[in-house]
């Protein structure tokens, strides 16, 4: 069994700055792909960013230059470091890992950018 636990997230200010991680745990033989998505109230879940085993990331234009998405293997953890944060990024931020070809989902948590 494998679960994915996202923490990191809250109430930040505009402008501001938030760090979300997501470890995964459980029988791992490998990790391909692990991927930031966000779902913000009323709005379906998009793709925030990607980073594959090759350490090769995309990002999705409204984050693009804000976000960094980076992950530390020997912990298997993705961490997504957000900056100069904006109203429209308020969201549950869920991670997504690919486990010997198999996804998983975490639960998500929520980012709230407001003054």
């Known amino acids: 069994q494998v679960q994915l636990v996202e923490s990191g997230g809250g109430l930040v200010q505009p402008g501001g700055s938030l760090r979300l991680s997501c470890a995964a745990s459980?029988?791992?033989?490998?990790?391909?792909?692990m991927d930031w998505y966000r779902q913000a109230p009323g709005k379906e879940r998009e793709l925030v960013a990607s980073?594959?085993?090759?350490?090769?990331?995309t990002y999705a234009d409204s984050v693009k230059g804000r976000f960094t998405i980076s992950r530390d293997n020997a912990k298997n953890t993705v961490y997504l470091q957000m900056n100069s944060l904006k109203p429209e990024d308020t969201a549950v931020y869920y991670c997504k890992a690919v486990i010997s070809n198999w996804p998983y989902w975490g639960k998500g948590t929520l980012v709230t950018v407001s003054s």
């Open positions: 980073i594959r085993s090759g350490d090769s990331t």
């Open positions: 459980g029988r791992i033989v490998s990790i391909n792909t």
